[in-house]
C-alpha cells in the first residue's frame, strides 16, 4: 500500500490542522493505521493509531488529537486541536497489517510509510 499524506502548514497556538493520508493500491481495512511525528534533533514518536482494538494516543496528545478513517478505508486522517509549540513535527502516517505488530505506536513495527507532511505552531 502507498500512503501520501497531506495538510500540513502553519498554524497558531490554539488552532486547529487536520491532517489527511491518502492510501492506494490497497484499502486500508486490514492493517493498523497510525501517525508518528519527528521533530528537529529527537526521535520519531507515535502519535496516535487505530487497529482492531481500537484508538490509541500518545499521553501528550490525549483530548487535543483524533484518528479517524473514512468510510471508503482509503483515507486516515488526523484532527488536531488546541495546537502547541511542542507539536511541531513531521507528520507521518503509517500502516501494518493487522496481526503483523506488537504495539501500533512502535515506528519499528511499521511496513509502509509516508513521506510526511510538516507542521509549524507558533505564536
Known amino acids: 500500500v502507498r500512503l501520501v499524506e497531506s495538510g500540513g502548514k502553519f498554524a497558531q497556538v490554539g488552532g486547529s490542522l487536520t491532517l489527511s493520508c491518502a492510501a492506494s493500491g490497497d484499502t486500508l481495512d486490514d492493517y493498523a493505521i497510525a501517525w508518528f511525528r519527528q521533530a528537529p534533533g529527537k526521535e520519531r514518536e507515535g502519535v496516535s493509531c487505530l487497529s482492531t482494538s481500537g484508538k490509541e494516543y500518545a499521553d501528550s496528545v490525549k483530548g487535543r488529537f483524533t484518528i479517524a478513517v473514512n468510510d471508503a478505508w482509503n483515507t486516515m486522517f488526523l484532527q488536531m486541536n488546541g495546537l502547541k509549540p511542542e507539536d511541531t513535527a513531521g507528520y507521518y502516517c503509517?500502516?501494518?497489517?493487522?496481526?503483523?505488530?506488537?504495539?501500533?505506536?512502535?515506528?519499528?513495527?511499521?511496513?509502509?510509510w509516508g513521506k510526511g507532511t510538516l507542521v509549524t505552531v507558533s505564536s
Open positions: 503509517a500502516a501494518v497489517r493487522e496481526g503483523e505488530y506488537n504495539d501500533c505506536l512502535e515506528a519499528e513495527y511499521m511496513d509502509y
